[in-house]
């Protein structure tokens, strides 16, 4: 006997997007993760555009993680044309990058995720439940606004980075400011990572691939080396050439597989892969949670998330003093246009993200190619989703139907950018 199940619309997630799964016999024949987005078709416009132009429309791709396109797009210009970045100007990008870890996190974390937990159908009704932690919650976001928004000119769709630089330094009192406020944002971010050890993940756990960067001196959010639970002799400029992206089912996002085998990307395969540079604050959480890392359960990627925030604090902390010490100049450097072929790689509070451009003579963009988290890992979660739903009684019932959302809102999708 066969059957169809629809979930028509996924709500508190980025975008739009549904869930369509075939069965017969009581199995799983096929799960397939839809988006209801349009495409935008971002890598056409931005060919035969000057290279200039990239890292402002790319931020435009999303709103909720515009800074990590934005560097992305910068970092793949400057390795097509053979740019080094000064010290003190790369230690700003990186605190742009954690405002954006902290305001992307406490945003799905809180408001998108939380609730599920609760059983709560309604984001408001935690509010109304636990309006100490929400303001709390809020209070770290505003705070991850503030950071990008005191280098990057402004919190969404930054301004102030550029190739080779940025136009202009942020204020010492403003950082000095920001700096003030991390030791309370700390202390309320170990109080409620203690609320997420508390929460009852469901139990499952499948076997894959986890991919992210890494770097041996820190946490890789902004420079590392590509990183992989199987393939320990991966680069990104490997990855690039190997990595299989395919369009099924009239759907617009570029899935991705490596060698023909699906993935995971994200804070889970972060932690996976580097738990051992987090700060000492979050490690110390890390090792005080009940449940063991490395993890296969996709559900402890909310976790992750949490454990992230709190390392992001720490490390805003640490660079903001390193950043105020540090002789030299973030202003833009001189450099040459040549043509050149540059692969910006970041880790986007999501995933992996990879920026591949091709430059001519002239600086114009010949070829784009964007690779986004969503896009690497949607083959992943609907192999998850598959596993998951056999171990669920009535899958038609709203219980059931909770249970298979909560997995989806667990890999935190961004469908804009998975579309883009």
Request: charged residues 25%; glycine residues 6%.
């Amino acid at each position: 006997m066969k059957k169809r199940i629809k979930l028509k619309h996924i709500a508190k997630i980025e975008g739009h997007a549904s869930l369509i799964t075939d069965l017969e016999s009581g199995e799983i024949n096929r799960a397939r993760f839809r988006t209801l987005e349009g495409a935008r078709l971002i890598e056409g416009i931005l060919v035969g555009r000057n290279y200039q132009e990239a890292p402002l429309i790319t931020a435009r791709i999303c709103g909720v993680c515009p800074v990590v396109h934005n560097l992305a797009s910068i970092k793949a210009i400057e390795d097509a044309l053979k740019i080094k970045v000064s010290e003190k100007t790369a230690a700003l990008r990186k605190l742009m990058m954690l405002g954006q870890f902290i305001q992307s996190h406490s945003l799905h974390l809180y408001f998108l995720t939380l609730p599920d937990y609760f059983k709560m159908e309604n984001s408001l009704k935690l509010l109304k439940d636990f309006p100490l932690e929400t303001k709390q919650a809020l209070e770290i976001r505003a705070f991850g606004n503030k950071l990008i928004e005191v280098i990057g000119g402004r919190a969404i769709h930054p301004m102030n980075s550029a190739v080779g630089g940025f136009m202009k330094e942020p204020s010492r009192p403003d950082l000095k400011e920001l700096s003030q406020q991390i030791d309370p944002l700390l202390k309320i971010g170990t109080k409620l990572t203690k609320l997420f050890y508390e929460l009852e993940y469901p139990k499952f756990s499948r076997k894959t691939e986890y991919i992210a960067a890494s770097n041996p001196k820190e946490y890789a959010i902004y420079d590392g080396q590509l990183n992989s639970t199987i393939d320990r002799k991966i680069t990104k400029e490997k990855f690039i050439k190997e990595v299989e992206e395919s369009y099924s089912d009239g759907q617009l996002i570029k899935k991705t597989k490596l060698k023909g085998k699906i993935y995971m990307v994200g804070a889970l395969a972060r932690l996976n892969l580097n738990r051992n540079k987090l700060r000492p604050g979050a490690q110390a959480l890390l090792k005080k949670t009940r449940i063991p890392f490395p993890s296969d359960n996709t559900f402890h990627n909310v976790l992750g998330q949490m454990i992230e925030i709190v390392h992001c604090l720490e490390e805003s902390q640490f660079l903001i003093k390193k950043y105020l010490n540090l002789k030299g100049s973030t202003a833009i450097k001189k450099y040459s246009i040549r043509a050149g072929k540059g692969i910006g790689m970041v880790e986007a509070p999501r995933g992996t993200l990879f920026h591949v451009y091709e430059i001519d003579q002239y600086g114009y963009l010949k070829n784009v190619n964007l690779i986004t988290p969503t896009a690497q890992f949607v083959n992943n979660l609907e192999e998850d989703i598959k596993e998951f739903l056999p171990n669920i009684q009535d899958i038609s019932s709203p219980a059931s139907r909770r249970k298979i959302k909560m997995l989806v809102r667990a890999y935190d999708p961004c469908m804009t950018c998975a579309t883009h």
